[in-house]
């Protein structure tokens, strides 16, 4: 079946640092590949997507290009910032028979430190 | 606009005992999907409702049931409560079943089994 894998963390940075956090795909078809992030205590939140192979997704200083060669879906931040600290999840949308649903990886955790 | 909101917020069960969440939609929303994230992970998928029939079935025992009422809000019904339930459980909403769009995801109700 679909799964994402991501790079297990913590990852821990300085603050103005720069991000990667590595994220690829196993899929049938041409999956739409999102990123949430998930703040202590709190639900998902949509941080950015891609619906199709050289899309680049980008919000908050954050971007990831779909790349269909590598089935790969990276997470980069040129500099990040304390308030970054949080998890990252990478997902994918799987289609079924008339419903879709979202298979996440298991999360990386970004520590950012002043 | 209210985004998705679920209470709920926390609970505390026991064992054989049984439970039930719930998930309002964003307004206009019309799907609504549940999922279950144990400490560490990623969530898992466990239902998929859009108008009021269940579209989607993951990979759960029978002791997990859901329903959909005229307004879109949601329940989810655990009855047996095993040790392994405890989790974060999120409810999440989109227009409609597209598989392109992305879900909108709640805070989460966090259920501990003791």
């Known amino acids: 079946g679909d799964s994402v894998t991501q790079m297990e963390g913590p990852v821990t940075l300085s603050e103005e640092a720069f991000l990667t956090i590595n994220c690829t795909y196993t899929a049938t078809g041409y999956p739409s590949l999102f990123w949430y992030v998930q703040y202590p205590g709190e639900g998902l939140q949509l941080l950015l997507k891609a619906t199709k192979a050289d899309d680049k997704g980008s919000n908050k200083g954050f971007e990831a290009t779909y790349r269909k060669e590598t089935t790969s879906f990276h997470l980069e931040k040129g500099s990040v910032q304390v308030s970054d600290s949080a998890v990252y999840f990478c997902a994918l949308i799987q289609s079924g028979a008339g419903y879709s649903t979202l298979t996440f990886g298991k999360g990386t955790m970004l520590l950012v430190s002043p | 606009d209210a985004g998705v909101t679920q209470s709920p917020t926390h609970l505390i069960k026991t064992r054989g005992q049984q439970v039930t969440l719930r998930c309002s939609p964003i307004?206009?929303?019309?799907?609504v999907s549940w999922y279950q994230q144990v400490l560490g992970q990623g969530p898992q998928f466990i239902f998929q409702y859009y108008e009021k029939e269940e579209r989607g079935r993951g990979n759960f025992p029978d002791r997990f049931s859901a329903r959909q009422f005229p307004n879109y809000s949601s329940e989810l019904n655990v009855n047996a409560l095993l040790l392994g339930d405890s989790a974060l459980y999120l409810c999440a909403s989109r227009p409609d079943r597209g598989d392109r769009q992305p879900q909108h995801f709640g805070d989460g109700t966090r259920l501990s089994i003791l």
């Open positions: 307004s206009g929303h019309k799907s």
